[in-house]
Nanobody
Framework: VQLQASGGGLVQPGGSLRLSCAAA????????MDWYRQAPGKQREFVAN???????NYADSVKGRFTISRDNVGRTVYLQMDSLEPEDTAVYYC?????????WGQGTQVTVSS
């Protein structure tokens, strides 16, 4: 299982970014895909996920601002982040579960600052 996250960067408050996570090594279309984030000095926290049936769940802190989606042909999950706030600054990770094990991508840094 390989997960490769990308798309992070520096953005001003109120701006947008789209993160991508390219997946390989498992039957992508059958898996729930998650995004987590970890801010400096804080524990890793759930951000959003999307099931194989395209049902979605979001943390309260990002509802209405972030949108998760998936491309099963391209084996990629996306996180569209709008109305970004300084509190969204973190390393963002994609995750999936395969054969009862958690697999994490390497993370992509998102910094929201003026």
């Amino acid at each position: 299982v390989q997960l490769q996250a990308s798309g992070g960067g520096l953005v001003q408050p109120g701006g947008s970014l789209r993160l991508s996570c390219a997946a390989a090594g498992f039957n992508f279309r059958l898996n729930t895909m998650d995004w987590y984030r970890q801010a400096p000095g804080k524990q890793r926290e759930f951000v959003a996920n999307i099931t194989s049936g395209r049902s979605t769940n979001y943390a309260d802190s990002v509802k209405g601002r972030f949108t998760i989606s998936r491309d099963n042909v391209g084996r990629t999950v996306y996180l569209q982040m709008d109305s970004l706030e300084p509190e969204d600054t973190a390393v963002y990770y994609c995750k999936t579960v395969y054969r009862d094990r958690n697999f994490w991508g390497q993370g992509t840094q998102v910094t929201v600052s003026s």
